[in-house]
């Protein structure tokens, strides 16, 4: 009876650290860092033409494991009104919200021009937010003014 009660605690003990040593020491669930960004474009107080698509160029890091990035865009009216206007002359203001993966990466660089600016956009000030969140749900983000505006605005970035 002693004998199996020795073997059963010999094999427990084996069991308990393969198992425990099986765990991966760089478990996400340890991955406490926030991603970083490197938002190249569109720069702060960019001006960026109605009816067109936004430059969007970007680096995004991470010590583990990136996860994927949004982008958000949404109007920053601080005096707006609520008038009527004729169906023909109606404007909105422009919302976005966009999410891509960057799974498998640690690194990631990003050249897009996929949003398009829709050609009935209110002109004025609007914030983008660019957010990236790792594997392991940790998130940062950055904001930019930018300007939407109907005048012809010189693209260099290509």
Not at 8 to 19: D, G, P, R
Not at 26 to 31: P, R, V, Y
Not at 96 to 118: C, R, V
Request: proline share 3%; with cysteine.
């Amino acid at each position: 009876m002693k004998t199996n009660n020795f073997l059963f605690y010999i094999l427990s003990f084996v069991l308990a650290t393969f198992f425990l040593s099986a765990c991966d020491k760089d478990d996400e669930s340890n991955d406490t860092s926030a991603p970083e960004i490197e938002l190249l474009a569109p720069a702060e107080g960019a001006h960026l033409q109605i009816g067109k698509a936004i430059h969007f160029e970007a680096n995004f890091s991470d010590n583990s494991m990136l996860g994927s990035y949004k982008i958000a865009i949404h109007d920053n009216f601080d005096n707006h009104g609520h008038g009527s206007k004729s169906d023909t002359e109606k404007s909105t203001a422009f919302e976005y919200f966009g999410t891509w993966s960057l799974e498998g990466q640690k690194n990631a660089y990003i050249h897009q021009h996929d949003i398009t600016i829709p050609e009935k956009t209110i002109p004025g000030n609007y914030h983008m937010l660019v957010y990236c969140t790792d594997k392991a749900g940790n998130e940062t983000y950055v904001v930019r003014n930018i300007i939407l505006t109907n005048e012809e605005v010189e693209d260099l970035h290509h």
